[in-house]
């Protein structure tokens, strides 16, 4: 549960920023009708509190050579020890670790169901999948299966949540 309240006005200051990170205070201040310090207060305090946690550019995958989008589920050892017999340290936090290094992972999700973690892997082409794979993910000692599905295409892609 969130222990701070989001008025109508931050609200819109979020949507603003959504949309354009890169906008001026005095221009955030201008589309919320408030003077541009108390816009400020308002947006340092969304940042403080973690509702804003940072800005970033958007890079389009395939004009970078990105352009095989996997969504690939994996499913881990869940008994027995850990790779290199380290004590207290289970299957899904040696997994969690190595995904950090993992370039081509751009997202991960711990899931319910048969399979325990999503994965939203960017890469090449086929190719580049292919070695990703085999090289890294399988060779993971605490993976034990993989499933993998590709995007045709991409109707809807936003990084924008949902201000209610």
Not at 19 to 37: D, F, H, T, W
Not at 46 to 68: F, H, N, P, S, T
Not at 92 to 99: I, P
Request: proline content about 4%; hydrophobic content about 45%; glycine content about 6%.
């Amino acid at each position: 549960m969130a222990n701070f309240e989001l008025d109508a006005i931050d609200r819109r200051i979020l949507a603003i920023l959504q949309e354009n990170g890169r906008l001026s205070n005095q221009e955030i201040a201008e589309r919320v009708n408030l003077s541009p310090s108390p816009c400020l207060r308002r947006i340092r305090r969304l940042e403080e509190i973690g509702v804003i946690r940072g800005y970033v550019a958007l890079l389009d995958a395939q004009k970078l050579g990105l352009d095989l989008l996997a969504y690939v589920n994996v499913r881990l050892e869940k008994r027995g020890p850990t790779a290199g017999g380290r004590e207290g340290v289970t299957h899904a936090e040696l997994f969690r670790a190595a995904v950090q290094a993992w370039p081509e992972v751009v997202a991960c999700h711990a899931m319910t169901g048969d399979m325990d973690f999503l994965l939203r892997v960017q890469v090449e082409d086929m190719a580049h999948f292919s070695r990703f794979v085999q090289d890294q993910l399988l060779h993971h000692p605490s993976v034990i299966d993989v499933k993998s599905s590709f995007s045709l295409q991409t109707f809807k892609e936003t990084t924008a949540l949902p201000i209610l």
